[in-house]
């Protein structure tokens, strides 16, 4: 079985304006933003630790009960037996809903709802449902391991495990195949629950890609967690505040980014034909490309980063990339609306379709099998439209957070001037993400 989905529509011809006028305008509008932040916000104003309104008591309440996480945790297990079932006993053939689970709902859709309501995917995850069971029922607190993760870990696991979820989407060409996903997702489970076995399932916080790619952006959603437990109603950026400096947590938003920015540029004419005509596998060359793309933001990430500790007077300027890395979160999740909006409102469809008959039986046990996917949301012109306002919305909201961050980092006479290299990767992950979308 080979499946073949399509990662968006839309296209330059679509836009309103000619593509030069697209990116020059979205250019001029990350930088007037720099200057008005610059003259009109002198102090942090989104920080975690007094951000937002306390939930009502009953709201709190509810979301915090046994029940509710009961209830999630089964809907994951649920959901993930009935996908299972496809996965082991399903036809090897298009109609196979495994697919459309793993790259369209799992990967695609869980961004949007993190968004909204917050780390939804540490509330669902088979995985940690399991090990909290097998725990349970041994007496056990799920918290414990046999040992404590060794120091220095940090965000690494997490890093690692969304690049070979990238590798394993964008460059394995045989990705979509049932054996394919059969080994792939079998060796998830294994290493992540002998992980989780061994430390505990505070694994699932930092070394789960899932749970890492949810919870960073989670902390964009305007429901939140105080660092004393409390939930709040916040102003939407505010948690990003709250993540803190850690090995390898550059590494893990450079891999958000640049796996996203890689499947823009993997789409185009110039890259199609240059993988083509190479005498080596499209794996061998998908995998060399996505590398350099991630190395590529990352090294600009970083240089950026150290180049505004100098020139901000840091105390430390070597801690200063990963004071700032939560600011690419919101740029990245500009890609992921830009890049992946049509394929999440389409194939999104055509996965609960799949859905209702797991076992190729001609069933339907949901109720979906007749439901025609509808295009309405994702004419040329809306999605192209979007995917402008997307990027831009996106890197302007990295300013924000790039400087709220840098007021309460370095000294306030030098807090614009130490921005001025944030500035400049912002204006050109702007113009970059632009020309990969429109420029075929």
């Given at each position: 079985m080979t499946v073949v989905l399509a990662h968006g529509i839309g296209g330059r011809e679509d836009l309103p304006l000619p593509l030069g006028w697209a990116v020059a305008g979205a250019a001029v509008a990350v930088v007037v933003s720099f200057v008005a932040l610059g003259v009109l916000w002198h102090t942090p104003r989104l920080p975690a630790a007094a951000a937002g309104r306390p939930l009502p008591g009953w709201a709190a309440a509810l979301l915090d009960s046994r029940a509710t996480r009961v209830v999630l945790a089964g809907l994951g297990l649920l959901a993930t037996g009935w996908t299972l079932l496809a996965l082991l006993l399903g036809p090897d053939d298009a109609?196979?809903?495994?697919?459309?689970?793993?790259?369209?709902?799992?990967?695609?859709?869980?961004?949007?709802?993190?968004?909204?309501?917050?780390?939804?995917?540490?509330?669902?995850?088979?995985?940690?449902?399991?090990?909290?069971?097998?725990?349970?029922?041994?007496?056990?607190?799920?918290?414990?391991?046999?040992?404590?993760?060794?120091?220095?870990?940090?965000?690494?696991?997490?890093?690692?495990?969304?690049?070979?979820?990238?590798?394993?989407?964008?460059?394995?060409?045989?990705?979509?195949t049932l054996p394919a996903l059969r080994w792939a997702i079998g060796l998830y489970a294994a290493v992540?629950?002998?992980?989780?076995?061994?430390?505990?399932?505070?694994?699932?916080?930092?070394?789960?890609?899932?749970?890492?790619?949810?919870?960073?952006?989670?902390?964009?959603?305007?429901?939140?967690?105080?660092?004393?437990?409390?939930?709040?109603?916040?102003?939407?950026?505010?948690?990003?505040?709250?993540?803190?400096?850690?090995?390898?947590?550059?590494?893990?938003?450079?891999?958000?980014?640049?796996?996203?920015?890689?499947?823009?540029?993997?789409?185009?004419?110039?890259?199609?034909?240059?993988?083509?005509?190479?005498?080596?596998?499209?794996?061998?060359?998908?995998?060399?490309?996505?590398?350099?793309?991630?190395?590529?933001?990352?090294?600009?990430?970083?240089a950026c980063a150290l180049a505004a500790g100098r020139l901000g007077g840091a105390d430390d300027v070597r801690a200063v990339p990963g004071l700032l890395a939560p600011s690419v979160v919101p740029v990245a999740l500009g890609y992921v609306v830009a890049h992946y909006y049509s394929f999440l409102v389409l194939e999104g469809q055509n996965a609960f379709v799949k859905l209702t008959d797991p076992l190729g039986t001609g069933a339907d046990w949901l109720g979906t099998a007749g439901m025609q996917p509808s295009a309405a949301l994702v004419t040329p012109g809306i999605v192209a439209n979007l995917q402008v306002v997307a990027i831009v919305v996106g890197h302007v909201l990295g300013v924000v957070v790039a400087h709220d961050r840098a007021v309460a980092l370095f000294p306030r006479a030098r807090a614009v001037l130490g921005q001025v290299p944030l500035l400049v990767l912002m204006v050109t992950l702007t113009c970059t993400g632009l020309f990969l979308l429109f420029a075929g």
């Open positions: 109609n196979n809903p495994v697919p459309w689970v793993v790259f369209v709902l799992l990967w695609v859709g869980v961004v949007p709802v993190s968004v909204l309501v917050g780390p939804v995917w540490r509330r669902v995850n088979p995985l940690r449902a399991l090990h909290a069971l097998v725990n349970r029922a041994a007496g056990l607190d799920p918290a414990d391991g046999v040992r404590p993760l060794p120091a220095g870990t940090g965000w690494w696991p997490g890093a690692v495990g969304l690049g070979a979820f990238a590798w394993f989407e964008l460059a394995y060409e045989d990705s979509t992540h629950l002998v992980a989780a076995f061994t430390f505990g399932s505070r694994w699932f916080d930092r070394g789960d890609a899932f749970e890492v790619w949810s919870g960073l952006y989670a902390r964009i959603s305007p429901l939140g967690r105080r660092p004393d437990g409390t939930l709040v109603l916040r102003a939407p950026l505010a948690g990003l505040d709250a993540v803190a400096p850690a090995p390898g947590l550059v590494a893990t938003v450079s891999v958000m980014l640049g796996s996203t920015v890689y499947d823009g540029l993997s789409g185009s004419t110039v890259w199609v034909t240059f993988v083509q005509s190479q005498p080596v596998s499209r794996t061998l060359v998908a995998t060399a490309g996505l590398l350099l793309t991630i190395g590529a933001v990352a090294g600009l990430l970083v």
